[in-house]
């Protein structure tokens, strides 16, 4: 697909990935739309990229969802790509009763409702677009799961399976179908993370998006980055070595209880 002359909708543009995609894709001669919750985030966005734009919207609210569709239809009438980036990572211990039910609905509506609602508000107009894509951004994670964030995991597995399907179901439209599945990278994302990805080398968020256009440049339906490619061999050939891998930090806590228990 080419990547210029585009009117592409970020979702969580506001930082991370999502700003640094908006920073590429701008140059490139794109307009860009960028979202998020935080007003003060998107104000500092703008100033850091003339030429962005940004409107507030929450991917968990399926009315803000429904404003954001009226607002770009209006504004934005040619917008052809919609990237679901928006989204959230946290521990989580399963043994806490009731574990903090209202932290897991909020992850599963940003991940995984939010971007399928954001998919099915702006399909038809995406679908009488000369050219158009859907971009979702997955996760190495989607490919075999990381026990310390279990809520985190089953959403990307999740947002994998749905892009296949959505691809299948679209694959005789002008509607491509993109998924990106990040490594870890180095974006505010992982700062609860810092003691479970001590040694972990973070990819820096550059890097991750220059490969993130090239594959979408090459119509690479599933741009898999760095670890991501190896998750996926990995859940193929040694499904159990790697899932024992990811489990250390869930073995760490296990210990921790069972030190505060004794
Ligand atoms: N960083 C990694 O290592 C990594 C690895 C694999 C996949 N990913 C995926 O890449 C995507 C971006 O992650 P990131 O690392 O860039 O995260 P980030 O640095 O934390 O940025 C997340 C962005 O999403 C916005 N956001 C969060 N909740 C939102 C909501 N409900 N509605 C609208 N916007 C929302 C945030 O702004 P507000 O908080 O102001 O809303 C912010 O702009 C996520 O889907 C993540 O799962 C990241």
Same mark, same amino acid.
């Given at each position: 697909?080419?990547?210029?002359?585009?009117?592409?909708?970020?979702?969580?543009?506001?930082?991370?990935?999502?700003?640094?995609?908006?920073?590429?894709?701008?140059?490139?001669?794109?307009?860009?739309?960028?979202?998020?919750?935080?007003?003060?985030?998107?104000?500092? =966005?703008?100033?850091?990229?003339?030429?962005?734009?940004?409107?507030?919207?929450?991917?968990?609210?399926?009315?803000?969802?429904?404003?954001?569709?009226?607002?770009?239809?209006?504004?934005?009438?040619?917008?052809?790509?919609?990237?679901?980036?928006?989204?959230?990572?946290?521990?989580?211990?399963?043994?806490?009763?009731?574990?903090?039910?209202?932290?897991?609905?909020?992850?599963?509506?940003?991940?995984?409702?939010?971007?399928?609602?954001?998919?099915?508000?702006?399909?038809?107009?995406?679908?009488?677009?000369?050219?158009? =894509?859907?971009?979702?951004?997955?996760?190495?994670?989607?490919?075999?799961?990381?026990?310390?964030?279990?809520?985190?995991?089953?959403?990307?597995?999740?947002?994998?399976?749905?892009?296949?399907?959505?691809?299948?179901?679209?694959?005789?439209?002008?509607?491509?179908?993109?998924?990106?599945?990040?490594?870890?990278?180095?974006?505010?994302?992982?700062?609860?993370?810092?003691?479970?990805?001590?040694?972990?080398?973070?990819?820096?968020?550059?890097?991750?998006?220059?490969?993130?256009?090239?594959?979408?440049?090459?119509?690479?339906?599933?741009?898999?980055?760095?670890?991501?490619?190896?998750?996926?061999?990995?859940?193929?050939?040694?499904?159990?070595?790697?899932?024992?891998?990811?489990?250390?930090?869930?073995?760490?806590?296990?210990?921790?209880?069972?030190?505060?228990?004794?």
């Amino acid at each position: 697909m080419k990547l210029q002359g585009n009117t592409i909708l970020i979702t969580g543009g506001s930082g991370g990935i999502g700003f640094e995609l908006a920073s590429q894709l701008l140059r490139r001669g794109n307009t860009v739309i960028v979202t998020g919750r935080d007003q003060g985030a998107l104000d500092a =966005a703008r100033r850091r990229l003339p030429g962005l734009w940004t409107l507030r919207s929450d991917v968990r609210d399926p009315h803000a969802i429904a404003a954001l569709h009226e607002r770009v239809m209006k504004d934005f009438p040619a917008m052809n790509v919609l990237i679901n980036n928006a989204g959230i990572m946290r521990k989580v211990n399963l043994q806490t009763f009731g574990a903090d039910l209202q932290g897991i609905t909020e992850e599963i509506e940003i991940n995984l409702s939010g971007s399928i609602r954001m998919v099915m508000q702006f399909l038809p107009h995406l679908k009488a677009q000369s050219h158009a =894509a859907i971009v979702n951004v997955s996760s190495g994670l989607a490919f075999n799961p990381y026990p310390i964030a279990p809520i985190y995991g089953a959403t990307k597995a999740g947002i994998h399976s749905f892009t296949q399907s959505l691809r299948v179901q679209l694959k005789q439209t002008n509607v491509k179908v993109f998924e990106l599945a990040p490594p870890a990278v180095d974006t505010p994302l992982n700062h609860t993370f810092a003691d479970e990805l001590r040694g972990t080398p973070l990819m820096s968020v550059t890097k991750l998006v220059d490969e993130a256009l090239k594959g979408i440049e090459r119509d690479r339906p599933e741009i898999r980055v760095g670890f991501a490619n190896v998750s996926k061999l990995m859940s193929r050939i040694a499904p159990g070595f790697i899932l024992k891998q990811l489990s250390k930090p869930v073995d760490q806590m296990l210990a921790q209880m069972k030190q505060l228990s004794s």
